[in-house]
């Protein structure tokens, strides 16, 4: 009866983390305030600083064409403060690149992950990220990074979970890739 009981909550638990993403790991991470302009965020495994992804918007509320999305970090392991990247951290990991979609609307490719493009529009309004989790179409809110434990200057990715919402039916969307 006991490996009855181990074999179900080991199907729950596997069955919830499908739809509901929150992993042992993942739910000590601060959830960054919200903002007005805010597109999506980035955890890793390895501290709890977050680097945050926001619209960069001109007097007339549309996307500024030159530098539409603003990166810094949050330093929750230190005092909390704002911070901007180094330069290694922009050429390397979360730095973009970016193309002109249509009016006013942008292709984002982050540095470290350019197989998966980000959308970066305005819709009623409000800024958004637009890209793909799990085959559907969804506005990115946060990415978290597995690293593996102790793999020193250049830490080796084991997975990647995006989180979103579809913006039609405003459901959840979630997957895990692997790298």
Excluded at 26 to 34: I, K, L, T, Y
Aim: charged share 20%; with cysteine; hydrophobic share 40%.
């Amino acid at each position: 009866m006991k490996s009855l009981h181990t074999f179900f909550f080991l199907f729950l638990l596997e069955w919830t983390s499908a739809f509901i993403p929150v992993l042992a790991g993942v739910r000590e991470f601060p959830v960054p305030p919200s903002a007005p302009n805010r597109l999506f965020y980035i955890q890793r495994s390895n501290n709890t600083n977050t680097v945050i992804y926001e619209a960069n918007l001109t007097a007339g509320r549309r996307l500024d064409a030159s530098d539409p999305v603003s990166v810094y970090w949050i330093r929750y392991a230190e005092q909390g403060q704002r911070e901007s990247l180094s330069m290694i951290q922009w050429k390397l990991a979360y730095g973009y690149k970016h193309k002109t979609a249509n009016n006013n609307s942008f292709e984002i490719y982050l540095n470290a992950f350019k197989k998966r493009t980000i959308w970066v529009d305005m819709q009623q309004g409000k800024p958004m990220a637009l890209t793909t989790i799990n085959g559907r179409k969804a506005c990115l809110q946060k990415v978290f990074v597995q690293l593996e434990s102790g793999s020193g200057l250049m830490p080796k990715v084991l997975y990647v979970e995006l989180f979103g919402i579809d913006p039609v039916a405003g459901n959840p969307v979630y997957e895990r890739m692997r790298v």
